[in-house]
């Protein structure tokens, strides 16, 4: 990767991100930008993260040589953010990152730096299921109107082909738009024999857009076809509670755990046991957890409204997308009652998980950063679709 990116050798790269991986409400997006970050750093920049504070990290530290400072909340790192770029509190800043979810940082009116724009997809649906109607119709202005109008001039990157023309409909030129995927963490060594008994599991944050609601009325529904099925939801969140709830007043208490946050092991053994990953999520810009399964030969059922998932999952080859939560139930219910089809699907998926690697991330994103420095904008980095 080093030859390529030579000219981000002593630049200064600052990202801005409402969250990190290590704030109990991180996730893929975190994940992307940290491995993004990482990779800037090992090829010579300097590299700053702003995210909000939280008890589970200090406001300052350097690891892996990427620079985090921590201030703010979850609301008022906004403002920290714009703040420190206005009085240069980063120093000299080359490039910068500003990470939109939903919200960007508003980085173009206090810098002169170039400013890129990360995007793992549009918030429209999620805006409703989050906030109340005035909040709601606010924030999806603001994503919709105002920040495409604020960053005409920028370059953006989105995650998925799915992503970039969602983002053509709010009216940003495609030419300023590259995709970069996300790409898959070396698979961690567990045993990889499958569970005896049916298992399904969902791993991400329990928030109420992941619907892992679906997953809970899928096992109730299919009790009596598959015996012994079980539903093994990893992940914490705000919604945990109430998903607790859902599972004792729909009856699935003895069919589903919730084994909360779990290390990296513990993660990957989960996913190699399971039979079947099921991903329910209104909205995924790609959909981090469908690569991680599939490193341990799991097929994934999620919803191609989703978005991102109509790249990362091909259907009837190494998942099944579906259309409603009807078809969702039948889908686990196939996978589970199939064991050649599952076979099949989840040695695919194993194959293609090889397909996506974090060094190619790192060095398509680091040309777009490049580029945007020299005042060029790049509209893909998309293998499949050339340059």
């Known amino acids: 990767m080093q030859h390529q990116l030579d000219g981000l050798s002593g630049k200064h790269v600052v990202f801005l991100s409402w969250r990190d991986t290590r704030n109990p409400e991180g996730g893929g997006a975190e994940l992307y930008l940290e491995r993004v970050a990482t990779g800037l750093a090992a090829a010579g920049c300097r590299v700053t993260i702003l995210c909000a504070a939280h008890a589970a990290a200090p406001p300052d530290e350097v690891v892996d040589g990427v620079r985090y400072v921590r201030r703010g909340s979850k609301i008022t790192v906004y403002l920290r953010g714009m703040a420190a770029l206005l009085r240069h509190r980063f120093g000299h800043v080359d490039v910068v990152v500003d990470v939109q979810n939903g919200l960007p940082f508003f980085s173009r009116l206090v810098t002169r730096a170039p400013v890129v724009v990360l995007v793992h997809h549009v918030h429209r649906e999620q805006w409703g299921v989050l906030f109340g109607p005035v909040m709601a119709r606010v924030g999806w202005w603001i994503e919709r109107r105002f920040a495409p109008w604020l960053y005409r001039r920028c370059q953006y990157v989105a995650v998925s082909r799915a992503t970039r023309a969602e983002l053509q409909e709010l009216g940003v030129d495609r030419a300023r738009i590259a ?83 779990v290390d990296e092991q513990r993660k990957h053994e989960i996913y190699a046991r399971a039979w079947v990953l099921a991903l329910p999520s209104i909205k995924e810009g790609w959909g981090l957890v469908i690569g991680e399964a599939a490193m341990h030969a799991t097929p994934t059922v999620a919803y191609s409204s989703a978005g991102g998932t109509r790249e990362s ?16 139930t039948a889908a686990i219910d196939e996978l589970l009652g199939d064991d050649a089809l599952r076979s099949r699907l989840g040695a695919a998926a194993l194959a293609m998980s090889h397909s996506y690697t974090w060094e190619h991330a ?26």
């Open 179 to 261: 995709i970069v995927h996300n790409g898959s963490d070396r698979v961690i060594r567990v045993d990889e024999s499958k569970a005896e008994r049916p298992t399904v599991a969902v791993v991400g944050r329990l928030v109420p857009h992941k619907q892992v609601e679906h997953a809970i009325d899928a096992v109730v529904a299919l009790r009596d076809r598959h015996p012994g099925i079980c539903l093994q939801v990893v992940g914490d969140g705000w919604w945990e509670a109430n998903l607790k709830q859902y599972a004792v007043e729909a009856g699935a208490e003895d069919l589903v755990s919730f084994l909360g946050h």
């Open 362 to 387: 790192q060095e398509s994103f680091g040309v777009v950063l490049l580029a945007a420095m020299e005042g060029r904008r790049i509209d893909t980095q998309d293998p499949d679709e050339g340059s």
């Open 313 to 328: 999952v091909r259907t009837g080859v190494t998942g099944i997308l579906v259309e409603d939560q009807a078809g969702f």
